[in-house]
Structures are given as C-alpha cells and as structure tokens.
C-alpha cells in the first residue's frame, strides 16, 4: 500500500515582507504547490493522500481557494483524509463542514482519535482539532482496538523538539514521543512543526513550500509505502514552487553604495526566485546606504530583501572618542548615556555623520 | 622656520603635496578611490612613469627618533615607515586606512591633519575678504567640532533639526509629517483589517447558513420527489387494478349479457344503482390556495431581470480606489497659508537670528563686592599717594635746621635734628611699604574685574555691530522685534515649503483622483450603470442600487418555476375532486331513484336504501339472480372503462406506471416514512416548504456571492497593517534616535566651547601683541559661539576680530591655525605648520606682517612655507639665520632639467 502525506501547506497565509505582487506571487506558489502534491500521488499511484492539517487559514481563507480546495482534491479522484490543524481547525462554520469536498475526500471531524480502515490489516486513525488553540494531547488515555497496522494523521506537538522550533512556536497538542508506541500506534504522520524531522514511529513532513527565509531540511510530501508484512518505509520528495535563498553578503568596506550594490548583484546573479541578504562586514563612513533602492537591483528576482546585521561603519571610535572637540566630546557622551548598544550605534552615526555634513543621516 | 621660494612653475605646490604625501600617505582600499584622492592623484602622478610613484620624507618626533617615511602612491602595498636608529619597520604603529600615516603620532589622521596643518593659498584669500570675514569663526567652530572643514556643530544640528522636520515631523493632527502619515496609515491599515476580518467572518457565517439552507432544501426537495411517486405509484396500482377488471369482465362478457332483453328493466337499473354505489370515489378534501389564487399570484410576479445581480468586483474595486484617492486627497487639508512679505531685506532667517543674539548680547556687570573691593583699594592708594611728599618735605626741613645748628654752632639742635631726621627717614621707608601694598591690592582688585570689562567690551563691540546692520538693512534694532522676525521668516520658511509640498502632493492626488474617476467611469460604462448628467459617485450607487433591485428581482422570479408546478398540481387535483364529487351525486340520484320505484322508499341513506335494494333483488328468485349477476358485471366493466375502450385503460395504466417508475428513480427505497400514506394534499403543503426554502437558498447565496465579491482579502489587509506598523516603528525609532542625538551633540558643542574658549584665549595672548606689532594686546573668546574680540592698544577698547581689516584678520587666522594645532593634537608631539602660497594676495606691507606673525609662531613649531614671491624670499633671507632657520630657493623646473 502505497500513501503520499503531507502538512502545512498553509494557503492564503500572509507574506509580511513582501510587497503586494511579491505575497500574491507566493501565495499562488502554495497552490501550485498542492498541484504538484496531487500530480505526485497520480505519478506514484498511491492509494491515498493524506493531510495532517494547516491546510489553510481558517482566518483568511478566501471563497476562490475553498473552491480551488474542493476542485483540486475532489477533482483528483484519490481517495484523501485530511486531519485539520490549529489553523484550519474544524467547526460549524469551517471550510470543511461545507459540502462540495467529492466523495473521494473524507474528513476527521472528531476531537478524539477514529478509525478507518484502508485496507484489510491497515486502520488510520484521525482527530481534529476543534478550537484553534489549547487542544489536549491526542494520546491521552487511548489506545488502539485492532491489530494489524495502525497509522495516525494528526496535527500535534511532539515536545521534545520544541526548543528547535521558531520562536513563538506553541505547542498545540502535545504529546510525548513514547505515547505513540504505548497507544499501539505503529507509526504518526504530524503536521504543525515546519522543520521536517523523523523519529522511530513518526515524521514531521514539514511545509512543502517555503513559508520563511532561511528554512532548512527537505520539506515536501512523503511517500509511505506499508509491506505486506506491514513493514513502513518512508520517501522524502520535493513538491515546492517557490524559490528561496537566504545569504549573507560580508563588505570589505566598499567606499561608495555602488560598490555595495555591485556586492549585492554579484551574490545574487546566479539566484532566482525570492531572496533575502543580510549585509554584515565592514562599511566605509561615507557610503550613503538605502536598503529599499538596493531591494531593486536584481529585476530578474521574485523579490529582495536587503536587511542589515551587525554592519559596523568604519570610524575609529576609540580615537574619536579621545578627541578635544565636540565630535569626540558627543562620542564620549554617547558611550556613557545611551544604555541599548543598537541605538547608541545609531545614534554615534548619526551625529558623526550630521557633523560631516551628510544628508543621509538615518542610520540603519 | 623654512621658507621655500622659487618662481611659477618651480614645483613648490608640489613639493608641498609631496611634503603631506609623505607625512599622512594616501588611503589604501578596495573600490573606487575619494574625489579628493582622484584629484591628488590627477594632479601629482608622473605622466612619463605613472607607475613609479613614491614619495620618503624624514620625520623628526619630539622623542627624538627619526623616521624614514616612504609612500608608494602608485602601487600603495611599499609603504613603509623606517625608525633609522633601530632600522625597524614601525608602520604598524600607524597604519590608518591601510597605509602609514604619519598623522598617527599626533593624535589626527589624514582627513584632520589636511585640515588643521595644512594651509592653502585660498583659505587665506577668503579669511581677508570682507564678505566671508565670519569664515575665522567658523573655521574655529569646525576646527573644535571635529578637526575638520565639513561643519560647525551648530551647523549640524541645524543639519539634525531639518532632517526631523522632514523624516519624522510632528504629531499633531493636523501635521502632515511622515510621523503623522505613518500613524495615519497605521490606523488606516488596522481599521480596513478589522473590516477585512469581519467581512471574512461574515462570509463564513453566510456560507455556512446557505450550505445548511441548501440541504434542508435538499432534504425538502426529496420529501417532495418521493411523495411524488408514491401518488404515481398508487394512481399506477389503481389503474392496474381497473384494466385487470375490466379484462377478466370483458372476456366474460364479449357482449351485453344473454337474456338481457328479458330482464327486468328495472332489475337491471337496481343492479346497477347498487354497483355504482358501491364503486363510488371518495371525495378528497382539498386545502391552501385554490388554482386561481395561485394562478393570480403567478402573474404578479416578476419577470427574471436583465443586468448584473450584484456589482461587478472591477466596478467595486475602481469606486474604492476613488474613495481612497479622495481620501488622500482629503488628508491633504487645506494649502499652508504664506504669510505677507517680510521686511527683512536680503537676509536670511539665520542672519536675521544671528543679528537679534548680537543686539541681545548681554552686558556682564562687575560684581558688587569686587566694586566695593577695587573702591576700596582706589582710595587708599590715592590717600597714600597724596600723603607721599610730606615725609621728604620734614626730612629736607630737619637737613636745613640741622645745617643751620652746625652753621650757628648748636650741636644739640643739630643732634635734635639728626635723630627727628632719622624717624621721619624710618617714617618714609615704612609709608613707602604701604603705598607699594596699596598699589599691588590696586592691581589685583583690576584684575579681578580686568575680565569682566573685556567680556562687556566685546558685547558693547558685537551689540555696536549689530546696530549697524540692523539700520544698514532697514530693520528694527530692538532684540524682541527682529527675534520676531527670525521667527516669522523661519515660520515663513516652514510654510514656504509646507505649501511647496502640499502642492506637489494635492497635483499627484488630484491626478490619481481623476484617473481614478475615469477608471470608475469606463468600468460603470460597460455595465451600462452611468447615468448622462450624474458624478460618478451619483452612477455608482444607482449601478449598487440597481444591482441590489434586480437580484430582489431576481429571487422573486426565480418562485415562477415552484409556483407554475404546484398550480399544475393543484388543477389536477381539483379536476379529479369534481370528476369525483359528480360520479357520486350521479350514484346517489341512481340509488335514490330506483330505491323509490322498486321499494317505495328513497329518503333513507344510500347505504340503508342499498341494504333494501339487495333484499328486493334476493326476493327476486334464484333465475334471476344470475341475469341479474351478469348485468351487474356488465354494468362493472361499463362502469371501470368509463366509457373508453378496454384498450384505452391499459394504455392508461401503463402510462401510469411509466412515470410511476420514472418518479421513484433516485428516491431511498425506505424513504420516506413520513410520506408513505401522503395525500394530494401534503403534496402541496411540501412543495409550498420547498419553495420557500429554495427561496431561503437564493437569498443567502444571493448575499454570500455579493459578499464574497466585495470582500478584502484578509492576508492582504494583514500585510498592509504590518507595513504600516513597521513604517512607524521606523519613525518612531528614528525620531528617538534624532533627538537624542540633538541633545547630546547640543550638549557636547557647550561643554567644548565652554572649555576651549579660555584655551584659546590664553594661547593667543602670549602672541597677539608681537603678531599685530602691539596694535592688540589681548584676546578673549565667548564661550557661546567662540566669537574673538582683541583688545586695541590705543583704546583700549575691545574689537570683534571678525570685523577688523583683512590683513589683521590674516594674522590672527594663521595665529589661530598654530593654537589649534596645538589644541587638537592629543599626543606629546607638536605639529608643524604647511603653509603653501599663504602671501599670494597680499601686498608688500601684509605680506611681511605674515611673515612677521609666522616667525613669531616658529618659536614654539615647525613652520614651513613655500612662496614664489621674491620680496618674502629676500625678507626671509635678511631674517632668518640658520641653523634654527632655513631659507631655500628652488630653481624653474627647466634649470633643474638641464641639470
């Protein structure tokens, strides 16, 4: 038996850093993400499809992705079962409790784990999540009626990889990794942990396109073959559209912003799709830097984003700050009475560059 | 000191740039080099050999070691510097930007030391020219800002205010700064997320309640489809069961039953009165509206409209781009007013300010108790002084008396004389003391007010000044008023470029209102929703009105298709309750009428007159009962073809069964109990349910549709809502970090003017008189803007050295130069002084007072200068005297060439 699972696909999510064009490009990418999805599971001919939640945002699904929804996965004839997650999570006035999904697509509607049979020997056992936050741990006190192979789809938190996770990650349904093989469960399929990661009798199948900046580890579906002595193996495939790339661009203090521009293109002239750089290094004190008109340099991309980190500016502040004059009294007061290190840095900038006579006097 | 004289062409600017090359060497890096390298670099590089291009000098430190300092400027990886005695490379000592900079040991890079060592040929042009006389002040103000020619500190946080006004601005209401903007967009941005949410939310709602009305119409629509074929079934069974009768009777009875001709007339009527009876319909009691009223309310309604049900989303969209263009437009206000023409002449707003401090300069007052102290000490100095010649006047008395005892030969009245003498002598002597007391208290009482006095003479001189440009340029002389008027051309100025940016704004916003408004109009135009004569507004919410109209237009006309199948129905129903309430009147009037005839009886029940008919017919006798079973058949079969043929009823009860079957496609096999003994009647009563849930359906979806049209998109509104909340993060941070930067730089420029002005002053002094030949004899500096006054020797008045002649002001610049070499050198060493050209605009007699004040300052530094000017050579040569001084004649360039 043959199942393509995957999670958190997230349509409809919002893009925060990018522009208009940009976030609609992207959120278009999740479409043709789920298209792939689909497209994969006819190619290898599986028997099911999976989803283990987070399909959408229940907050902002809009009426032309409901529809695309119930047009993609109803339309595609294989039979699916879709978990919902913290963020699609199920209630009366849910996507999912509207008709239309097609008779190949069934839904887990319970807050506790049900049963279906896939096959002759091979139970899934599906939940919801009914509330969009403070949903208990699945595990918790069951155990699995049948024998042969139980598999679970769920959208859960298994606790000993939170500290991995971002920042602000919260445990929705948590459970303990042991919890699994005391429920007779063989193996779960998990969504909600964007960071794919496997453990003895689960995986996390991660965003199969890129939601982030900086996201690692192959992301996408998974392929589950179950043997006939019910033996599980499991295959990673790739199934984004979207294209990211998160580099650094280290200055060697270029002494104008062409130089810095030049940096910029040159480090991304072989990329495409959207990315993000991170200036760090050394910049000469006269280089007028503006972040939204480097953002233009590379038209061929999706997107740019230029940020900055740890950038210093090369004065000598130790020697400014022995001067006899104002410049050097200013820096010396600087140190002394502005606390924060990143709005002293800011502030020093400022001054010093207002006391060369520049214009450009916000510092980033 | 070195002088270096030569003609034109002799390479003394060269050798200058060489001298500096040497010292500080050239930045070393990657990229494109600075404006000022390029020119150094397009000035000095060898044509014939540009890639051999290097420059040694050797230093002197004040330590005593001697460094060999070698540049490569073309290459700039050689530079190299050498301490000779310990033939070590020391460069890393003073690697700066890449290169050895010998600046290092002063405590200065390359940019300050150009700028504070190096004296150029048009510094001292612009010193001595009358229009930029403030130029002295302000190369002290940037010289204790940062060592450097870039900008005052007033100047840059004039620089930082400007850029607040214009990057982060006020908030207040009605300011239109990017602080208030941003703030505005952020308020904008979450109001249209919370529409975008409730929208959202709303549509849910919608969406499940239309889902839900959908099955229950559903559900009601198959009550209605299976009660449908269950009567089709039924009416098939019957008419099954009828045609089967009537079969089995017409193949009894082919023809009229024999015998019938015999039998009794009436006999037969009676068989036949009873069968009808017995075969009679049962009448259905029909309910809710008759076929008329239905028919009446089907042509009330509507016809389906012709048009959009609701607006087009592009028409949505373009209204509210209009909306929000005129919104924009609306938050521009009205145009900053200008205020009328001020009388300020050809000033500016900083001149102006600048002249109302030097009118309100105030003038420092001596205190009470050093007055009363320096009173004190007067008086008693002069009392002394007054008293000073009696003691010599008794003395030379006692002489003459003692002269005159020796002369007449009195010896006691000479001894007398001696020994009053003597104690007048001691007398004197200790007078003497006292006045030289009183004197020194004199003094130091002077002293201590000698301060004071210079502060309120240079404040009388700057407040004298500044009276005279205030009448040169027609404008009040007192403080308040010309305070007043800085303030009203800075308000000017503000509202100057207020309106400039207004105006700039309100055309942009105008245009994209037009466009917007065009926009609108085409995409009304094309949905046939502009009306000739109306704003686009007007059309827009006709075209929203009319919209609104036609899908209530819709939804009533979408009840035709209900309303014409239950009037269908309800016809049908009637007919068959007429056909079945005349087939019993006529059974009735039957039995009635032969009951009568036969037993004389007819006003009993049909029932009982049937009991009485059955007995007259068993009274009859057993011949007759068969004929009279044979003519009941017969009247049966009559009675069950009703007149057709036997072909006719089978091809009925087919029929029948057909569309029975046809009914019953799709229906549950269980379904549904509750209409398993349905009737016409709860035909009707479920179509009537039906009917109004579909209407439910259509209007809900009919709303969720227009809804759905209407909506934001919620991630898009989210997206916005972050920007605008970053955007003013952004502000805010920058606002924070402006106006800490505007307090501690304020607050750094008064410190430092308050410590260097008494350096400074202290530093010239030592100078001032030997540097203007004794014409000034002291200096003072005001702490608030490092303005210089020199105290006149003839007058002992106290003159802003800003407004004395060009010549002077030369003097005391270079004066200047050396004190702040002194000043901003951080470290032990002392710093020479470069001077290229320094007397090129000067006459005879200024050029040696220069040169005059430049030896002056060699006592304490290196003075170099180069100068093509014969009549300093040979001054120089008549002046100075080796080894302390040099004096080199450089030849043309041509002669070293021959060379």
Known sequence: MKLLAFADLHLDVPFAWADHRTARIRRANLRRALENIVRLAQTESVDYLLSAGDLFEHERIGPDTIEFLRATLGGSGIPTFLAPGNHDWFGPESPYARSGWGTNVRIFTEDHLVPEELADGVTLWGAAHRVPANTDDFFAGFHVDRAGV?????????????????????????????????????????????????????AYMGNPDPLEFGEVGQRGAVLVTISGSG???????????????????????????DEVAEAVRAAVGGLDGSVRVTLCGELSSGVELHLPELSEVAPHLDALVVRTRDLSVAYDLDALAKEPTVRGQFVRDANEQVADAATRRRVILTGLRALDGRRDLEAL | ?????????????????????????????????????????????????????????????????????????AGKVASRATDIALGRDVSTE??????????????????????TICVEQDEILAIARRETADLLQQYLQRAAASRATDATAAEAIERLDEFRRTSVGTDHVASKGPLRQSRVRLETARAQLQQAQNQHAGYMVLMAQSDQARTAHAHAANQVGALEALLADREAKGLRARADRAFLLSQRYPGPPVGAVARSELADRVAAAVSGWKNRPVLTVLTGPAADEIDAKLHELPTHPVGDLRPEPAVISDHDELIAAEKALGLLGERPALLEALPSGSLTEAEVRSLANDLRAELPEIGENARQR??????RAESLERRRWLEPMGLLLLLVV??????????????????????????MIREGHRRNAARHELHAAEADVEPVRVARSIAEARRAEALSRARQANLPTEPEAVTSLADELGDQTLRQRAAAEWDSRHTEASRQCVAARDRLRESLAARRGVVEGRSEEECYEHYVADCDARANQAVESAQADALRAALEARRQAEASAKADADRLTEAEAALRSVAAEACGESRQSPDELVGLLETWQRTRGASAAETDQAMSDWHELQALLEGSTLGDLQHRAQAAEGHATELSVGIEPQWPPAVEHGSAVQLSRLRAVEGDLLRT?????????????????????????????????????????????????????????????PVIAASMRSHIAAVTEGRYTDVAVDPADLGIGVKEARTGQWRLARLLSGGTREQIYLLLRAVMARHLVTTDETAPL???????????????????????????RQIIVFTHDEAVVTWAEANLAPPQHRVFRLPPLDDRAGQ
């Open chain 2, 402 to 427: 003692a002269a005159v005892g020796v002369a007449i030969g009195v010896p006691a009245a000479t001894a007398f004389a001696l020994l009053v003498g003597v104690a007048v002598a001691y007398r």
């Open chain 1, 150 to 202: 139980n598999l679970a789809l769920l959208h859960a938190s298994e606790t000993s990889a939170l500290p991995w996770q971002p920042e602000g990650k919260r445990p929705h349904a948590p459970f303990d990794a042991a919890e699994i093989a005391t429920a007779g469960v063989d193996f779960a399929l998990l969504g909600h942990y964007h960071y794919p990661s496997e453990g003895n009798r689960y």
């Open chain 2, 697 to 757: 359906v259509m209007a809900l979806e009919t709303r969720r549709d227009a809804l759905a049209g209407a909506m934001v998109n919620v991630a898009e509104a989210e997206e916005e809502a972050l920007w605008a909340e970053l955007e003013l993060e952004r502000i805010d941070g920058l606002a924070t970090v402006v106006d800490t930067t505007t307090r501690l730089l304020t607050s750094a420029q008064e410190r430092v003017h308050r410590d260097i002005a």
């Open chain 2, 374 to 379: 320096l009173d004190l000490a007067r008086e």
């Open chain 1, 231 to 257: 033996r599980i193996e499991l295959s990673r495939r790739s199934v984004a559209v979207s294209r990211v790339h998160d580099i650094t661009v280290n200055l060697d203090a270029p002494r104008h912003r």
């Open chain 2, 94 to 115: 003073i690697i700066h930007d890449g290169s050895p900079d010998a600046s290092r040991w002063l405590g200065l890079d390359r940019e300050a030391f150009a700028a």
């Open chain 2, 1 to 73: 000191m070195n002088v270096l004289g030569g003609p034109n062409e002799a390479g003394k600017s060269s050798w200058h740039a060489a001298i500096r090359a040497a010292i500080t060497g050239v930045k070393r890096g990657r990229g494109r080099p600075s404006v000022s390298d390029s020119h150094f670099d397009d000035l000095h590089r060898p044509w014939n050999n540009p890639d051999e291009w290097k420059v040694e000098a050797r230093l002197v430190l004040d330590d005593g070691r001697a460094i060999d300092m070698m540049q490569d400027l």
């Open chain 2, 834 to 860: 470069l001077l290229d050209e320094v007397t090129a605009q000067s006459d005879a007699a200024r050029s040696m007072e220069l040169m005059r004040t430049l030896l002056s300052l060699s006592s304490e």
